[in-house]
């Protein structure tokens, strides 16, 4: 699919669910971190991926849905990886976002000591990493 109709699709809550993957996540923050910068893409990701959750059925709770940590260790991963790549042109830079990270699924484990994932506290707030800093 393209990416302005992938974007447009996520950010209408048109797009089926199955195709919101580990690399649909990527695809998405990379070209919001290129479009809009680090912390504009954050509150935009969280936005989107809130609102679509609930679109599909899901819901944003303390236990499930978005979560906070990852979703924003992600976009400190991707402006980082801007910021070494750039100037590139969003189609290019996406494809290289996801081929990067795709396969690393779990790296929030080489940056923190502890389940983040099934952590509540990092569920619903920002909390920094414990084994290594974030760019």
Request: glycine share 8%; aromatic share 12%; net charge negative.
């Amino acid at each position: 699919m393209e990416i302005d109709a992938f974007l447009a699709a996520f950010e209408g809550c048109a797009l089926p669910k199955e195709q919101w993957t580990h690399g649909a996540h990527l695809l998405t923050g990379a070209c919001y971190v290129r479009e809009l910068g680090r912390e504009s893409a954050l509150t935009k990701m969280r936005e989107c991926v809130r609102r679509y959750n609930e679109s599909v059925g899901g819901r944003n709770t303390e236990t499930g849905g978005y979560h906070e940590t990852i979703t924003a260790m992600w976009i400190r991963l991707l402006d980082s990886l801007w910021r070494e790549c750039q100037p590139m042109e969003r189609a290019a830079f996406a494809a290289h976002a996801v081929a990067m990270f795709e396969p690393r699924k779990a790296v929030f484990r080489e940056y923190y000591d502890f389940d983040v994932v099934g952590s509540t506290e990092a569920r619903l707030r920002w909390v920094e990493p414990t084994l290594k800093t974030l760019g």
